[in-house]
């Protein structure tokens, strides 16, 4: 039996661990506990532990949860898998986070949609996907891609371009996570509403947090492996 309470525990004392060895504050990792796959109740339970923020890759799976959980008040749900242009309707109305945008043409259909929800008054919180291992298999912008894209975004009145997110190969080297570290910063002279590193999972939470990781992104050590 997996107990979810002890494994958010866990995860932030290894948050916790990673941050002084690096010389920074824990307060600066915020957690994203991915919860692709897992039921509702998982969720929950996890949510009564404290934890607000939930990741979710698959739309049709997200929104039953969504709308199972729709009694707790402070949960934020974060769109972190690939967009297929016709989920953008659903994703603008029920997410206030997506990480995984690398084309325009995501970006401007979500802002469309915005315009067309009343209640929605805050602006939908935008991470840009980089594929920084250049692994032909992942989505994701290549470097040169970065800031065109973020001018876009950026000219949104519904979108707010919060930073960048990355999912590095397996045994990645220090650069790698280095040359985040390096993009991200880079974004943030130039964008002020920039806060966001989105970097690191289950099996790298320590080197992304070297690296500057500002929001972790935990699905297997807090839910257990997925089917
Ligand atoms: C599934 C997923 C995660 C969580 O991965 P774990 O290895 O289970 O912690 C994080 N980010 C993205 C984009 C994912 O798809």
């Known amino acids: 039996m997996i107990n979810i309470k002890d494994n958010l525990d866990k995860i932030k004392a290894q948050?916790?661990?990673?941050?002084?060895?690096?010389?920074?504050?824990?307060?600066?990792?915020?957690?994203?506990?991915?919860s692709k796959t897992k039921p509702a109740s998982d969720v929950e339970q996890a949510y009564l532990a404290g934890q607000t923020d939930?990741?979710?890759?698959?739309?049709?799976d997200a929104l039953e949860k969504i709308t199972q959980l729709s009694h707790l008040p402070q949960i934020t749900w974060h769109f972190i898998g690939p967009i297929q242009s016709n989920k953008t309707k659903h994703i603008a109305e029920h997410f206030a986070w997506v990480h995984s945008i690398d084309r325009a043409k995501i970006a401007l259909r979500l802002n469309d949609h915005l315009n067309d929800i009343d209640s929605q008054d805050t602006p939908l919180n935008i991470c840009l996907q980089v594929n920084i291992s250049e692994e032909n298999s992942k989505s994701g912008l290549s470097i040169e891609e970065i800031l065109p894209l973020a001018e876009q975004v950026?000219?949104?009145?519904?979108?707010?371009?919060?930073?960048?997110?990355?999912?590095?190969?397996?045994?990645?080297?220090?650069e790698t996570y280095q040359k985040?570290?390096?993009?991200?910063?880079?974004?943030?002279?130039?964008?002020?509403?920039?806060?966001?590193?989105?970097?690191?999972?289950s099996n790298d939470l320590a080197p992304a947090i070297a690296a500057g990781s500002t929001m972790v992104r935990i699905g297997t050590a807090?839910?257990?492996?997925?089917?």
């Open 222 to 227: 807090i839910f257990g492996a997925r089917a």
């Open 180 to 201: 985040m570290q390096q993009l991200f910063n880079d974004l943030q002279q130039r964008y002020p509403s920039v806060d966001t590193l989105s970097l690191g999972m």
């Open 54 to 60: 939930f990741g979710e890759n698959y739309l049709q």
């Open 15 to 34: 948050i916790n661990q990673a941050c002084q060895q690096s010389g920074r504050n824990s307060n600066e990792v915020k957690l994203l506990a991915v």
């Open 154 to 174: 950026n000219q949104c009145k519904n979108l707010c371009l919060r930073g960048l997110m990355a999912i590095p190969e397996k045994n990645a080297s220090t």
